[in-house]
T-cell receptor, first 112, second 114 residues
Framework: ETGVTQSPTHLIKTRGQQVTLRCSSQ?????VSWYQQALGQGPQFIFQ???????GRGNFPPRFSGLQFPNYSSELNVNALELDDSALYLC???????????FGSGTRLTVV | DQQVKQNSPSLSVQEGRISILNCDYT??????FLWYKKYPAEGPTFLIS?????DKNEDGRFTVFLNKSAKHLSLHIVPSQPGDSAVYFC?????????????FGEGTQLTVNP
């Protein structure tokens, strides 16, 4: 049973640029959620995807967008990067109806 | 509006003693609560959970207690081991039919000293 894998592990971008983060969900899991963890804080829910459609969104602006593919993998896209977007981005997968997420190790994004 | 709060940023205990981590929540719609452990450079790892219909759940050295009237839960680790040193996050979800959408606390850094 493979876990959740995320790529890349680290990324440095310039303010105003766009970034795409990738996630492969755990085998058998059909729901993918993305979280942002700022330094010293707990993870904050960005959005969730189920059956390739957004299924709930946290308090994040529209420049945060995502995709889920038929194989349940997912992408997180962030446009017009701001310095405050610097954080650890965590992808989590689960089986719909089961609230226990399995997390990846995250992508550390630094915006300079 | 912080709906899940962990008021202790850090906790230090001796090996073999009990560790008690606390968590408070404000949203009455939360009905499922989880604890995650996180090591540096790793994602959070699920530890133990409890449904709002219960007031206690036990798994080996880990026990979670839920006091719904006080909107408070706690994680007890007995006996504590040095390998338990990590950041512990309390999380809550509102129903399960729509899948998970976890609201996390800020985390508590637990250090277990040999």
């Amino acid at each position: 049973e493979t876990g959740v894998t995320q790529s890349p592990t680290h990324l440095i971008k310039t303010r105003g640029q766009q970034v795409t983060l990738r996630c492969s969900s755990q085998s058998g899991h059909n729901t993918v959620s993305w979280y942002q963890q700022a330094l010293g804080q707990g993870p904050q829910f960005i959005f969730q995807y189920y059956r390739e459609e957004e299924n709930g969104r946290g308090n994040f602006p529209p420049r945060f967008s995502g995709l889920q593919f038929p194989n349940y993998s997912s992408e997180l896209n962030v446009n017009a990067l701001e310095l405050d977007d610097s954080a650890l981005y965590l992808c989590a997968s689960s089986l719909r109806g089961r609230p226990t997420d399995t997390f990846g190790s995250g992508t550390r994004l630094t915006v300079v | 509006d912080q709906q899940v709060k962990q008021n202790s940023p850090s906790l230090s205990v001796q090996e073999g003693r009990i560790s008690i981590l606390n968590c408070d929540y404000t949203n009455s719609m939360f009905d499922y609560f989880l604890w995650y452990k996180k090591y540096p450079a790793e994602g959070p790892t699920f530890l133990i959970s409890i449904s709002s219909i219960k007031d206690k759940n036990e798994d080996g050295r880990f026990t979670v207690f839920l006091n719904k009237s006080a909107k408070h839960l706690s994680l007890h680790i007995v006996p504590s081991q040095p390998g338990d040193s990590a950041v512990y996050f309390c999380a809550a979800s509102e129903g399960t039919t729509s899948g998970s959408r976890l609201t996390f606390g800020e985390g508590t850094q637990l250090t277990v000293n040999p």
